[in-house]
């Protein structure tokens, strides 16, 4: 059961000044505050202790005595303990004090219990309260259930390890770090239980998510993250963007095939199997062949996410693909919010979304753009769930 829109929109009632934009400070944080004081908006930081002075001191908002952006885009930070504080009622209170409007990004939905954000949060999210648990692999309606509504192409899945005959690749969490991958890759079944044993034995992978695991076939090709922007603020036809493509940089998976095959040969049976943490991200374009079947899938999808879970997708999301060797794009993973590489283009804009905006726009500012629509047309509940 998710907070019901009634309940959000009453608080939004209650915000009689302009609204504070808000997010949890990581993932695309910077992102997110550089969009919003481009556009004229205050911005809030959550920040762990230990981990706020990218925000708090190198980022921190300086202004005039007018009130002008001199430099910085992160005017205040709160510092919490843990991240799972936020949702603690009486820092609820005072986010509805400041008049809030929260995006949702990864490090919410990780840190913060996805029950407490669907049925307790009551701070209204910028985007999809109900689309961020189809995240979670190991749910029963995630994110293939909804690609597979869509008919949306993704790589087969395998009914276990004794069904590899092929390049696969197996899905689970990292045992320690759980924001991270604990991916791995086998040919046969001999292969999947020889490495899965040596990352069981290193604490990279836990019994119980490598049961949980799903495998599925490998497709050999680029990586594309295609970041959306859905409006409801427009007519239907208008409403999907492609702002910008992503890809990303991974530790230690980059590091390996950088060097030569027979140095590689050289590591260490553990230094040859690659760790797939994300580090950061890099930006691409794609042959302008394949936008228009780009273009199809994020219809398909903004269709599918308003059928299942209505209102659908609203604002940000990222479609993660593989493109193979007759350019057709395969998704393997969705975030139905802001996707981790839009720092890539903040303050620059993406190249796509740049061509259709006439203007440097980023994923965080076409995200306060919105915000500042929807405000002039007294539709902000529109946008917020």
Not at 240 to 269: I, K, M
């Amino acid at each position: 059961m998710v907070l019901p829109r009634s309940e959000v929109e009453r608080i939004l009632g209650a915000y009689g000044a302009p609204p504070v934009v808000g997010v949890v400070g990581s993932h695309s944080a910077l992102d997110t505050a550089d969009g919003a004081a481009a556009e004229g908006f205050r911005t809030l930081v959550l920040a762990q202790a230990g981990r706020e002075a990218t925000y708090a001191r190198y980022y921190r908002a300086r202004r005039s005595p007018t009130g002008e952006l001199e430099r910085g885009c992160v005017d205040e930070v709160w510092t919490y303990r843990a991240f799972s504080d936020i949702a603690r009622p009486e820092e609820q209170e005072r986010l509805r004090r400041t008049h809030v409007l929260l995006v949702p990004n990864r490090a919410l939905s990780s840190y913060v219990p996805l029950d407490v954000i669907e049925q307790e949060l009551r701070v209204p999210i910028v985007g999809s309260r109900a689309l961020l648990r189809i995240e979670e692999r190991t749910e029963r309606e995630n994110y293939y259930t909804l690609l597979g509504r869509a008919g949306i192409p993704t790589p087969q899945r395998l009914d276990g390890p004794s069904a590899i005959d092929g390049l696969a690749i197996a899905k689970l969490p990292h045992a320690r770090r759980r924001l991270e991958r604990g991916f791995f890759t086998a040919a046969t079944p001999a292969e999947f239980a020889t490495k899965s044993a040596a990352l069981l034995s290193a604490g990279t992978i836990s019994r119980e998510d490598l049961a949980g695991a799903r495998i599925e076939r490998y497709v050999l090709g680029p990586v594309f993250n295609f970041n959306f922007f859905f409006s409801p603020l427009v007519p239907r036809a208008d409403g999907l963007e492609l702002l910008g493509v992503d890809e990303r940089r991974e530790s230690s998976l980059d590091g390996l095939v950088r060097l030569p095959a027979a140095e590689q040969l050289e590591l260490g049976a553990a230094g040859r199997t690659p760790d797939y943490t994300v580090v950061g991200h890099g930006t691409l374009t794609v042959r302008e062949s394949i936008l228009e079947e780009v273009f199809r899938l994020g219809e398909r999808f903004v269709d599918a996410a308003r059928e299942r879970y209505p209102p659908g997708i609203l604002g940000p999301f990222c479609l993660q693909t593989c493109i193979d060797p007759d350019g057709r794009p395969w998704v393997f993973d969705v975030a139905a919010r802001l996707g981790g590489g839009t720092n890539i283009h903040l303050a620059m804009g993406h190249p796509y979304a740049n061509a259709l905006w006439r203007t440097p726009m980023s994923s965080g500012r076409r995200l306060a753009v919105e915000i500042r629509r929807a405000l002039a047309l007294g539709r902000l509940r529109e946008i917020v769930t």
